[in-house]
């Protein structure tokens, strides 16, 4: 089979749609080569090969390295070059690439090809010793590390004591003679950490870098980074091997890399950092600070040699193809050598959400794309960051920052110091709020930089590795803060002639590079321009209404600020934890008879009735599920001693009645116990009262001539009996209210159900036959279809999805195969019998994209989510629509 796909003049096997083949850069090389831009030339091993190199105990396919010759034949002939001659020799490098980015995760290697007689030929053909040196010591440090596992300090040692030995900071301070010492010295450390030498076969060389590269797949980092990204069902890393250009060539050469619009804010304006005289991975790695790319066509080295203002004008036009080919944000890596500017990678750039909402619609704008690819491109849960607060403009004023690094990514964070990956791991679990404080950060950091609130960083560029992975993630960072120095070790900073510690708690603006001292206060975003814009266009063409699930007025407003459409689920019982309420609660469950527990009752009825008259005001006219009181009793009642004392104070009891009837509450297994209609079907005075207070309050609404659209819904019903019983009841208690009331005018309460016990899906035609509504409640519907505690599943999930048993947490997206398959039922078999019924969701499901899109196919009505969710809800609906 075909193994190795070429690129180059002579023929481009591969084309752009074969990322799951080629890897995404793969892809985008071939496709770069066929549409005439300048791309070294080099072949792809594919995916598929990877695939095989893990299924046959990590040995390479039989017959890859058979094509990956005849590739090289022809690479040779293209270049005029042979690989592994003494003479004037070609140089390759490998590189990973998947068919998802996974920006520095895997591993490269550069300047392959090169040896002890090869450096030779390579200083006498360019006339340019200096940097044949400079690549092989490279060679050696990356084979090295990469391929035979010597730890990249031990190579780093010895260039220090170069760098100290001939008084420079640099690396490309370092003379020749300097470089021709490094590379005998890192030969040695290979030799002394491996017991083996540095291999001078050139192909023995290229095939274990290619072996090293499939390897890096599965690296911990690289797992880790695929979990937290949530990538799975890939194949594995492609293999790119490309023709070496060079960068390192001198001061008219270097690399570097760049967007073709700014990935934090959106602005179109290209946005790209270059390293004079440097190979490779330099810019990303933080090595030296790089140079903006607009100051290329000033820029002069001391020794007058420059880049100049023709290579800084074919980047810009480069923008324009690529942008128009692609008609996307580029993340693009060149090089320079000598007055010729090479492409070695293009890929669609990541981006904030802020930057991908004014990057979407200015491209409409330019006409690069249309509405509905605007709506489509924006990852619906990158809106939150949208939504997240900044810092107050007011504290910033009477603040003044400690020192301003680059605003590598947007947002404000604040949280205490941890000063390593770990340290920040675990503060976080322990339930700490912690900035991340590093001198660069590498791919090795990625948990700390997942746990921590936000990142700050004394080196780097704005695409260093932190920016970068930051951006992705749409986490608060500032990087290159160089004021910052940083004692790791001591866990201590020191900034603007201060000393910060582990205690110590530290604000960073991403937007502004800003860094204060202590915690800033905080404001909400706006919701204007491009977002609204996008709002605009999602609305036109979703098809699924978006509620959201609010129990206080405060939330129902800001809910309805982000467009939600109406309230899918009030969780009564939130309301009964604040203040005194908690004493009547309190005082009616551990009432003895139903005469008190009336009486109890009675005490609730006005709290209840004020909250739902603020709720449907603040709704002004929209529907509002009003869910009936689900959790067990024993949730109200304390379980300490101290706290039932008090209690039986407050109610004028004996501390040993309260302890009795606590302990009589209990229940080995809470969540299938006592709680949801079952309490209604005990105590049907706690339906009457709340019925009656949402009865009241409609009516009080009215009077005010506030419109009050009550929807009734009752929870965790199994059987259409349960659902009779009560319904009865609740229309009994409405036409109750409205006789005591004398009210003449419509109110129109609908009464539904819950679908989330198994059974009531199974049954749900004759369930409709009592509900005017359904929905589907999937927090509790995945717990009873799996057989998982809510609460208690943490202690095991980890491993499910570490196994990759499970893909993702079923509780935070919809198992669309199995629990899917009991609400694609549900609303089938309810509409077989009430053709119209209205049926939405209102599990944690509700707000996330890809249950969204489930929710979409399966005919729902609506779906209700956290109020902050709403607008990720109202994109996703629309994306799922088109
Ligand atoms: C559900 O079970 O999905 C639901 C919305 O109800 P709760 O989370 O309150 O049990
Ligand atoms: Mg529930």
Not at 57 to 77: C, I, N, S, Y
Request: hydrophobic letters at 40%; a positive charge.
């Amino acid at each position: 089979s075909k193994m190795v796909y070429y690129f180059g003049k002579t023929k481009t096997d591969g084309n752009a749609k074969q990322r799951e083949l080629l890897g995404g850069k793969g892809a985008n090389l071939a496709d770069m080569t066929s549409i005439g831009l300048p791309v070294p030339p080099g072949f792809t091993c594919t995916t598929e090969c990877c695939d095989q190199y893990y299924k046959q105990g990590r040995k390479l396919p039989k017959g890859l390295m058979d094509q990956v010759h005849k590739a090289v034949k022809l690479l040779e002939k293209e270049n005029g070059k042979k690989f592994g001659s003494n003479t004037d020799p070609l140089l390759m490098s490998v590189r990973s690439g998947a068919a998802q980015s996974m920006p520095g995760m895997m591993d490269t290697v550069l300047n392959l090809g090169l040896n002890d007689q090869a450096v030779v030929g390579l200083a006498n053909a360019t006339g340019n010793e200096r940097f044949a040196y400079d690549s092989y010591r490279r060679l050696l440090n990356m084979y090295g590390d990469v391929v035979m596992g010597v730890d990249h300090h031990a190579f780093e040692a010895e260039f220090d004591k170069i760098k100290a030995e001939q008084g420079v900071d640099l690396d490309t301070d370092v003379d020749t003679a300097g470089l021709i010492k490094l590379c005998g010295l890192y030969k040695k450390v290979i030799k002394k950490h491996t017991g083996q030498n540095f291999p001078q076969d050139p192909m023995k060389q290229l095939e274990m870098g290619i072996t090293a590269v499939f390897s890096s797949w599965m690296v911990p980092r690289a797992i880790r980074y695929r979990q937290i990204n949530e990538m799975t069902g890939l194949l594995g890393t492609a293999v790119n091997v490309q023709t070496m250009v060079y960068g390192n060539m001198g001061d008219d050469c270097g690399t570097g890399v760049a967007f073709t619009r700014n990935p934090s804010t959106g602005a179109n304006k290209f946005y790209g950092e270059f390293l004079v005289n440097s190979q490779g991975e330099d810019v990303v790695a933080g090595i030296r600070t790089p140079l903006p790319c607009e100051s290329m066509p000033k820029w002069k080295a001391p020794n007058n040699k420059t880049i100049g203002k023709q290579m800084h004008a074919e980047l810009m036009k480069m923008k324009g193809i690529l942008e128009k080919h692609y008609k996307d944000v580029q993340d693009i890596e060149f090089t320079i050598e000598r007055g010729k500017l090479f492409m070695l990678q293009t890929r669609n750039g990541k981006r904030t959400g802020a930057a991908a909402v004014k990057i979407a619609c200015d491209m409409v704008k330019e006409k690069l794309i249309t509405e509905k690819t605007a709506v489509k491109r924006i990852p619906a849960n990158d809106l939150t960051q949208l939504l997240l607060p900044s810092f107050d403009p007011k504290a910033k004023k009477s603040a003044s920052p400690l020192t301003v690094g680059l605003p590598a990514s947007p947002g404000a964070s604040f949280g205490a110091l941890a000063f390593t990956a770990e340290e920040a791991v675990e503060r976080t679990h322990a339930g700490e709020r912690v900035l991340l404080v590093r001198q660069e950060t590498s791919p090795e950091d990625v948990d700390g930089m997942h746990s921590a609130d936000g990142i700050l960083t004394s080196t780097g560029g704005m695409t260093s590795h932190a920016a970068v992975v930051a951006r992705g993630w749409g986490k608060c960072c500032v990087a290159g803060a160089g004021e910052i120095q940083i004692d790791a070790k001591a866990g201590k900073i020191k900034v603007a002639g201060k000393t910060y510690g582990r205690k110590d708690v530290l604000s960073i603006d991403g937007t502004t590079g800003e860094v204060f001292a202590g915690e800033m206060d905080t404001v909400s975003p706006k919701l204007s321009g491009d977002f609204a814009t996008v709002m605009k266009w999602a609305d036109k063409y979703r098809k699924l209404a978006v509620r959201t699930n609010a129990d206080s007025p405060a939330d129902s407003k800001r809910a309805r600020d982000f467009g939600a459409e109406g309230i899918g689920l009030c969780r009564t019982e939130h309301m009964f934890f604040e203040g005194d309420r908690i004493t009547a609660m309190r005082e009616m469950i551990l009432a003895e008879t139903e005469g008190d527990r009336k009486k109890a009752l009675k005490k609730l009825l006005p709290y209840q009735r004020k909250d739902f008259v603020g709720i449907f005001t603040a709704m002004k006219g929209l529907p509002v599920t009003v869910r009936l009181l689900d959790p067990p009793l024993h949730e109200f009642v304390p379980h300490d001693a101290k706290g039932q004392k008090e209690v039986a104070k407050a109610l004028g009891i004996s501390p040993a009645k309260v302890k009795a009837r606590v302990a009589m509450l209990h229940e080995a297994n809470p969540m299938l116990g006592h709680r949801g209609c079952r309490l209604s079907i005990t105590y049907p005075e706690i339906l009457t009262m709340q019925v009656t207070a949402i009865v009241e309050a409609a009516i009080a609404c009215k009077k005010k001539r506030v419109e009050a659209k009550p929807e009734i819904m009752i929870p965790l019903v199994g059987t259409k009996a349960e659902l009779a019983l009560l319904r009865a009841k609740a229309e009994e208690t409405i036409a109750d209210v409205l006789a005591a009331k004398k009210f003449k005018g419509k109110l129109d309460i609908t009464i539904g159900t819950m679908i989330e016990i198994p059974r009531a899906a199974l049954t749900a035609d004759e369930v409709a036959e009592e509900a005017d509504f359904f929905s589907f409640g999937t927090n509790d519907l995945t717990q009873m279809t799996f057989g998982y505690s809510r609460d208690d599943v943490n202690s095991f999930l980890p491993d499910y999805i570490g196994h990759e048993i499970l893909e993702k947490d079923p509780f935070q997206s919809l198992d669309t195969t199995g629990v899917g398959q009991l609400v694609a039922m549900g609303v089938a078999k309810g509409r077989s019998t009430k053709k119209k019924l209205k049926v939405g969701i209102c599990g944690e499901h509700g707000g996330d994209p890809a249950s969204i899109q489930f929710c979409h196919d399966t005919g729902l009505d609506y779906v209700s989510c956290s109020p902050f969710r709403v607008p990720i809800a109202r994109l996703a609906a629309a994306q799922a629509a088109l």
